[in-house]
């Protein structure tokens, strides 16, 4: 399995930006993914997630201004970052689970200054 994430970046607080994480080895279609940050000095936390049937939930710190949302003929995991505030800052990982085995992107670092 590999997740391969994209589309981080540097924007002003209010700006914002679309992450994409493309999964192989993988039938996509039925698996759960997620979208987790990291910030600086912080633990690693979950941002969003979604089913495979397009149900999906998300932090309260980041609802109304994150979108999760998946295209399973492109096998791409999405994340829609409106509003974006400096807290925001951190290394996005898509990730998902299998057989009982955790599987993480390589990462992508957003920076989000005021």
């Known amino acids: 399995v590999q997740l391969q994430a994209s589309g981080g970046g540097s924007v002003q607080a209010g700006g914002s930006l679309r992450l994409s994480c493309r999964a192989s080895g993988i039938n996509f279609a039925i698996n759960t993914f997620a979208w987790y940050r990291q910030a600086p000095g912080k633990q690693r936390d979950l941002v969003a997630s979604i089913t495979s049937i397009g149900r999906s939930d998300s932090a309260d710190s980041v609802k109304g201004r994150f979108t999760i949302s998946r295209d399973n003929v492109k096998r791409t995991l999405y994340l829609q970052m409106n509003i974006l505030k400096p807290e925001d800052t951190g290394v996005y990982y898509c990730?998902?689970?299998?057989?009982?085995?955790?599987?993480w992107g390589k990462g992508t670092q957003v920076t989000v200054s005021s």
């Open positions: 990730y998902t689970k299998l057989r009982g085995n955790d599987y």
